[in-house]
């Protein structure tokens, strides 16, 4: 069964505006932790943002949101105030249990246009 | 520079060739993680090293995958016999220690592989 399922292949955003990145998760693990990266063109991967399971808040990094629904098994990124150096491929990531490795989503291709 | 470099950035292997990528983490990162990405795709696990040690190769996808990292530093992902299939982006990433849920891979830049 996936792990990380990103729904949303590819995004169109203004620049300037908010933009949610959708992230559902499946784990049966009481302790994990959720990561999103951004991707750009040059291929590097690029950490943006925590929420880990117990955590009572939502993350903030910036212009990073994470929008952690636990009931519901979801992780939203947002975005806000986008500019055009957001346009990039965003994956959603988890760690759960006593692992160390990251399953990731198939990531959603975010463009913002001028 | 101070982040992980991987090495080469590009490479290209006519199929049953043996390929060696090359992985140099941040210094002091006690934690290495090889990735394989296809096209497209995210990152899947390949294998995960703690100090010199392989704790985790589940995610080898045949016997012809083989990692090393000897002196807990430096680590080497060997393909051996490439197939068409194995053409895909090999991500390292490395990690301070191997604890913590917060705990933060910082990834390479890549190896690009194609195998003709």
């Known amino acids: 069964a996936q792990k990380i399922t990103q729904t949303q292949p590819g995004m169109f955003v203004q620049e300037k505006e908010a933009v949610t990145l959708d992230c559902t998760y499946d784990?049966?693990?009481?302790?994990?932790?959720l990561f999103w990266y951004k991707q750009p063109s040059s291929g590097e991967m690029i950490f943006l943002i925590y929420?880990?399971?117990?955590?009572?808040q939502n993350a903030t990094e910036g212009r990073y949101s994470l929008n952690f629904q636990k009931a519901r098994k979801s992780a939203n990124l947002v975005i806000s105030a986008s500019q055009l150096g957001d346009s990039a491929m965003y994956f959603c990531?988890?760690?759960?249990?006593?692992?160390?490795?990251?399953?990731f989503g198939a990531g959603t291709t975010v463009t913002v246009r001028a | 520079g101070a982040g992980v470099s991987q090495s080469p950035r590009y490479k290209v292997a006519k199929r049953g060739q043996d390929v060696a990528l090359r992985c140099d983490p941040i210094?002091?990162?006690?934690?290495l993680f090889w990735y394989q990405q296809a096209l497209g795709q995210g990152p899947e696990f390949l294998t995960y090293?703690?100090?010199?040690?392989?704790?985790?190769k589940s995610g080898l996808p045949s016997d012809r995958f083989f990692a090393e990292r000897p002196e807990g530093s430096v680590s080497t992902l060997k393909i051996q016999r490439t197939q068409q299939e194995d053409s895909a982006v090999y991500l390292c990433?490395?990690?301070?220690?191997?604890?913590?849920?917060?705990?933060?891979?910082?990834f390479g830049p890549g190896t690009r592989l194609t195998v003709l």
């Open positions: 929420q880990g399971s117990y955590d009572q």
């Open positions: 210094s002091g990162h006690v934690s």
């Open positions: 990531a988890m760690r759960e249990g006593p692992g160390y490795k990251l399953s």
């Open positions: 990433a490395s990690s301070l220690t191997s604890g913590g849920w917060d705990n933060e891979q910082f």
């Open positions: 784990t049966s693990d009481p302790s994990y932790g």
């Open positions: 090293f703690q100090n010199e040690a392989q704790l985790d």
